[in-house]
């Protein structure tokens, strides 16, 4: 009977082992999963519709994600021929933010799914700017639909696809 409950406890004990190693494994797993935003993007010009004051001649964005900040930085050389470069942190979490580079401007963001960030900046309580960032479901493009109001005033809004940078 000993050598019985011995026999019953051991296999208790590696099914448990067994178990526990499974749950650890799938955990790692899911924690290098990347974001469906994660990663370098570059516009695909011939895909997109741009305003016809805002012809930049290429951009490029890279996510990085974590669980309260998107951290954008992008590159890229605008209509005159001049490389531009910067980063923007990115809270989407549905409440105010301050733009440092625009006083008086805030800036509220959230995630509506995995795949879709939408951006919405008020000045003086109204809509200045909108933008929607969506993944598509096979994780190759992101579209950015942007609408709003350029330094000198004018309205303007552009469809951009952005192809996902491969290694």
Same mark, same amino acid.
């Given at each position: 009977?000993?050598?019985? =409950?011995?026999m019953?406890?051991?296999?208790?004990?590696?099914?448990? *082992?067994?178990?526990?190693m +499974?749950v650890? +494994?799938?955990s790692s797993?899911? *924690? =290098?999963?990347k974001? &469906?935003?994660e %990663? !370098?993007?570059n @516009?695909?010009l011939?895909?997109?519709?741009?305003?016809e004051?805002?012809q930049?001649?290429?951009a490029?964005?890279?996510?990085? !994600?974590s669980?309260?900040l998107?951290?954008?930085?992008?590159? %890229?050389?605008?209509? *005159?021929g001049? $490389?531009?470069s910067?980063? /923007?942190? +990115? =809270? &989407?979490?549905?409440? $105010?933010? &301050?733009?440092? $580079?625009a006083p008086?401007?805030?800036? !509220?963001?959230?995630w /509506?799914?995995?795949? !879709?960030l939408? +951006?919405?900046?008020r000045?003086? %309580?109204?809509v200045?700017g909108e933008s929607k960032?969506e993944?598509?479901k096979? %994780?190759?493009s992101l /579209? @950015? /639909?942007v609408k709003?109001?350029? *330094?000198k005033?004018r309205?303007f809004? =552009?469809i951009?696809v952005?192809d996902? $940078?491969t290694?």
């Amino acid at each position: 009977m000993m050598k019985a =409950q011995l026999m019953s406890w051991n296999q208790t004990h590696f099914g448990t *082992a067994v178990i526990l190693m +499974i749950v650890s +494994i799938v955990s790692s797993v899911q *924690a =290098q999963e990347k974001h &469906p935003f994660e %990663g !370098i993007w570059n @516009a695909n010009l011939a895909k997109s519709q741009r305003h016809e004051n805002h012809q930049f001649k290429s951009a490029t964005m890279k996510f990085e !994600i974590s669980d309260d900040l998107v951290l954008l930085t992008y590159t %890229g050389v605008n209509m *005159a021929g001049k $490389e531009e470069s910067g980063v /923007t942190r +990115i =809270q &989407p979490d549905g409440k $105010e933010h &301050p733009v440092t $580079e625009a006083p008086g401007v805030v800036t !509220i963001s959230k995630w /509506t799914t995995s795949h !879709i960030l939408e +951006i919405v900046a008020r000045k003086d %309580g109204g809509v200045v700017g909108e933008s929607k960032y969506e993944v598509s479901k096979d %994780g190759k493009s992101l /579209t @950015a /639909t942007v609408k709003g109001v350029d *330094a000198k005033g004018r309205s303007f809004e =552009q469809i951009i696809v952005f192809d996902r $940078e491969t290694k």
